[in-house]
């Protein structure tokens, strides 16, 4: 029996609730920074966050993740987990710090907000990789041993 089977659907899991929090998060942020006619770097970071986290819910969504097995998926995810919450850190504390206009303000905490879901879904993610390795992104070494019998 595969491990994959007995595991609850990505979509009823913790990680695609953090996901889809940071995923809504990230928008409002961008559609504050689009209203407030921000400057363009606040709203391409925001932009591009919420894509590449759009990216992975539909890779994790639809098992892309185990029909591409030649990438390790779940070391991108910290990876991009890592590296967005720097600039959206940066992001934020620049909004906050040099205009006061209100749009951009709230964009700066909803970035904000964005950077300590990123953290949590980084760390669940990471925590995953360190306990179980083998369960749900190795390929079964258990089929692997049958076929070679």
């Known amino acids: 029996m595969e491990s994959s089977e007995s595991e609850s659907p990505f979509c009823f899991s913790l990680n695609c609730l953090l996901k889809t929090l940071r995923l809504v998060v990230t928008v409002l942020s961008m559609i504050f920074f689009i209203m407030a006619q921000a400057p363009e770097p606040f709203i391409v970071v925001t932009g591009f966050e919420a894509t590449v986290v759009l990216f992975f ?19 991108f995810d910290v990876i991009n ?7 959206m850190i940066i992001v934020s504390i620049l909004a906050m710090i ?24 980084g760390a669940l993610i ?3 990789l360190r306990r179980r390795p083998s369960e749900p992104y190795e390929k079964d070494t258990s089929r692997d041993e049958s076929e070679e019998s």
């Open 57 to 75: 819910i539909i890779l994790y969504t639809f098992k892309l993740d185990q029909m591409m097995k030649w990438l390790f998926w779940p070391l």
């Open 81 to 87: 987990s890592m590296v967005a919450t720097l600039f």
């Open 98 to 121: 040099t205009d006061t206009k209100t749009y951009i303000l709230l964009g700066g905490v909803c970035g904000l907000l964005a950077v300590v879901c990123t953290i949590a879904d």
């Open 126 to 128: 990471y925590r995953k």
